[in-house]
């Protein structure tokens, strides 16, 4: 048997985060990162909607780019003092994440971290509070996942938690929000977003729920994606869909190497998380089609590319996602994003060996050992395709 679980409610379009003035509660509990959502009207706007509701807020902001375990006990101290029913993340991944990691420890004090990332063994939550999830960012998909990425400060490592209890109750997806994001941003989301449907569509506990969001979110990068970055309105709002859509395949289906790969050099190496993916993709595409090549074929079908056999499908899949990476200046390598080779090297041993542990890892289509991890790594940090 398996389970498709996304929010209670996904509101969107234009306008959607007004349904806040709408829901019943006490006191909200705001968590943001950047000033951003504050200097463009994000946050104030949120609470004068929740203050319609009869709902007082206040705000957690400061979460950093992958955020970490400082950071979730910080934020958690503060909700407790303040004891909301209501829980919103604001903004991208990492608030939104450090938000459901907060839930987890507001609920249960008891609970370590090491208790959290064990996937799937979440105690119930929603005893003392349920959870919003309103995202600013188009790639994603946090505003409806089971996943929490979580830092350790003292490695660098990034640990996802993953479990059905942390799916947001509610999930915002609001058109207006997107139309500021720097072009950089949209390249690296947007290609994050592309990667969660292209891994959730492979995974080996993909089904016909989560394929059909997948393809379908497939389909809206590939038309929307390149026009978003060079600022076509239209195209961002579409975008911001696309990655909903995402999230909710991914979600269910998991994750892959992909994802393993980033997990474990974007903190490290200071490598933004959507431009980790992007990085890292061709190669594992690449990899993997080795031994499950029918589903990355059918993609490049869908997508009208060149080929008649499943290998020559597969091939121009990944000068596909290759082209679409320079079209909007994102690496094609990790040497060519700037990281020292010395100083990769150094570190090989362990980042290959914490991402074949990484959950993503176990639903990835072929299997991997960590001598064949090191070589994934060296293939992406040279540029060089994946011949084994």
């Not at 289509?365 to 992406?380: L, N, Q």
Request: charged share 20%; with cysteine.
């Amino acid at each position: 048997m398996q389970r498709f679980t996304i929010p209670r409610d996904v509101y969107f379009g234009e306008n959607a985060v007004d349904i806040l003035k709408t829901i019943k509660g006490k006191k909200a509990f705001i968590v943001i990162g950047s000033e951003r959502n504050f200097e463009n009207g994000n946050v104030e706007h949120v609470q004068a909607l929740l203050k319609d509701a009869g709902i007082e807020s206040t705000v957690f902001q400061g979460v950093e780019h992958d955020p970490s375990m400082t950071t979730v006990r910080k934020g958690l101290e503060a909700m407790r003092a303040f004891e909301p029913d209501w829980i919103i993340g604001i903004g991208g991944g990492s608030p939104i994440d450090a938000a459901k990691s907060m839930w987890i420890f507001y609920e249960y004090p008891e609970l370590t971290f090491a208790d959290a990332f064990k996937p799937f063994t979440l105690p119930k939550l929603r005893n003392k509070a349920r959870f919003i999830g309103i995202t600013t960012t188009s790639g994603t998909g946090t505003e409806v996942t089971s996943f929490s990425v979580i830092t350790n400060p003292e490695t660098g490592v990034k640990y996802p938690i993953a479990d059905y209890e942390i799916t947001p109750d509610i999930a915002i997806v609001d058109t207006n929000m997107v139309e500021s994001l720097t072009s950089t941003l949209v390249s690296h989301m947007g290609l994050d977003a592309l990667t969660h449907s292209i891994e959730a569509y492979t995974s080996t506990v993909a089904n016909p729920f989560t394929d059909a969001l997948a393809v379908k979110a497939i389909e809206m990068i590939d038309e929307h994606l390149v026009k978003s970055y060079n600022l076509d309105m239209d195209s961002r709002k579409e975008m911001h869909i696309a990655q909903n859509l995402a999230g909710m395949s991914f979600s269910n289906a998991i994750l892959g190497i992909v994802h393993s790969m980033a997990h474990k050099t974007g903190k490290i190496f200071d490598i933004p998380h959507g431009c980790a993916n992007a990085i890292y993709l061709p190669y594992a595409i690449q990899y993997n089609a080795k031994t499950a090549p029918a589903k990355y074929a059918d993609i490049a079908s869908r997508l009208g590319l060149i080929g008649e056999t499943d290998e020559e499908l597969v091939a121009s899949l990944v000068t596909y996602v290759k082209e679409m990476k320079k079209a909007m200046n994102v690496p094609a390598s990790v040497a060519e994003f700037g990281i020292d080779r010395d100083a990769f090297m150094a570190k090989l041993d362990f980042i290959a060996a914490e991402a074949v542990a990484d959950p993503c890892t176990g639903t990835n289509p072929r299997t991997i050992d960590v001598e064949t991890m090191k070589k994934m790594y060296i293939c992406a940090y040279e540029g060089k395709d994946v011949n084994f």
